[in-house]
């Protein structure tokens, strides 16, 4: 049966982007095994930036909660407690990838763990003892994280930030069918979605 490959541009670091992958779940569950969703990395903040201030950062995140109200699926609230500001984009996708390096499976509850973790708990999953305690909270084994490819992820995160933007993705989330060069930047509503992948799907089958 014929299928479709729907790439998607993400950053752990995006408040939008754990909205737009709630709704592609959804949309994957209505088609079935006939779509398949391939993640890869935005760096929004590609290099470390120590030493950010808290309270500028705690301001900031006041704005999810309108991103919160777009999707009631992914709850997030403004960051409490004194963990973070996270200081860049990198670790929690080199993570993700040493997931999903594992199986289809671990790399989903690890990418939903971090979301989660990241804007509904105030962890910052840029800091290595936190990404371990998440990598266990997944139900992955500690000696898998001891041997994830760090270098080899990081350079597959990078690359797929520069393929990204050579596409003319400007922001994330962003989604293209994988024969395609065209890119479809933003959180789109979930009927969106649903309708232009059926459609993708019938061109499949035809």
Known sequence: MSGVRLVLYSDFLCPWCWNA????AAVQDALGPALAIEFRSYLLRATPQPGRDLERFRAYTQSWLRVAEDEPRAPLRPWVGDAG?????????????????????AGAALRDRLFRAYFAESRDITDDATLRALWREAGLAPADYDAIDTAAHARAARAEHAEA???????????????QDFVLVGAQPEAVYLRWLTRALEAARA
């Open 21 to 24: 992958a709630t709704r592609l």
């Open 85 to 105: 500001p996270p200081s860049h984009s990198l670790p929690p996708h080199v993570v993700a990838k040493g997931a999903a390096a594992l199986s289809a499976e």
């Open 165 to 179: 933007q050579s596409l003319g993705a400007t922001g994330v989330p962003a989604v293209r069918l994988a024969d």
